[in-house]
């Protein structure tokens, strides 16, 4: 009885397994990379419309920040793709900004003043998503894969319209960076 039984569990664990298939299924893509709004400019849409609540917000960035400040994932600059260091990383989380202020007195004259500002929380507003795309045509399922996060912060103009969104740099999750791959 246990010589029949023994190769009856494994066939059918076997055809278990193989009914299943592959969870992820076939990959769509490699390499996709979209732009997603955390906190919303616009006050007409619903609150939940391209925005995370404060909170969650606040801890998902952290957790970010936190992570290529520690050198727990390996750092990327958005122009070279080259690795960076968390030195490199502190540095670029000040700038230097260029501001033109009137002075109080006679002749009011206008004047140039160089202010370093610190990165806040709150100045990111986007992330940039780098993800490999899967379909299981089975479940019809999409499964995603991020690869990689780019935390970007808004630009102003000196009139103070967005002129767009910076990106500061790639923290990837994968041993090599995705972007030097193939």
């Given amino acids: 009885m246990k010589k029949v039984l023994f190769p009856l569990l494994f066939v059918a664990a076997g055809l278990i397994f193989l009914s299943c298939g592959n969870k992820k299924g076939e990959i769509l893509t490699q390499r996709i990379q979209y732009d997603v709004t955390i906190k919303t400019p616009e006050v007409d849409l619903a609150w939940w419309v391209q925005n995370l609540e404060g909170q969650k917000r606040e801890k998902l960035v952290q957790s970010i920040i936190n992570s290529a400040n520690a050198g727990k994932l390996k750092l990327y600059d958005v122009m070279t793709n080259k690795e960076m260091s968390v030195q490199e990383l502190k540095e670029r989380s000040s700038r230097n900004e260029l501001l033109t202020l009137q002075r109080a007195y006679a002749p009011y004259e206008e004047y140039d003043t160089i202010v370093r500002k610190e990165?806040?929380?709150?100045?990111?507003?986007?992330?940039?998503?780098?993800?490999?795309?899967?379909?299981?045509?089975?479940?019809?399922?999409?499964?995603?894969?991020?690869?990689?996060?780019?935390?970007?912060?808004?630009s102003y103009t000196e009139q103070g319209e967005l002129r767009g969104y910076n990106p500061l740099y790639w923290l990837s999750f994968e041993k090599k960076f995705p972007l030097e791959a193939q």
Wanted: hydrophobic letters at 40%.
């Fill in 119 to 154: 990165l806040q929380l709150s100045d990111i507003s986007r992330l940039r998503f780098l993800e490999e795309w899967y379909l299981n045509e089975e479940t019809g399922y999409i499964t995603k894969k991020v690869i990689a996060i780019c935390p970007l912060i808004e």
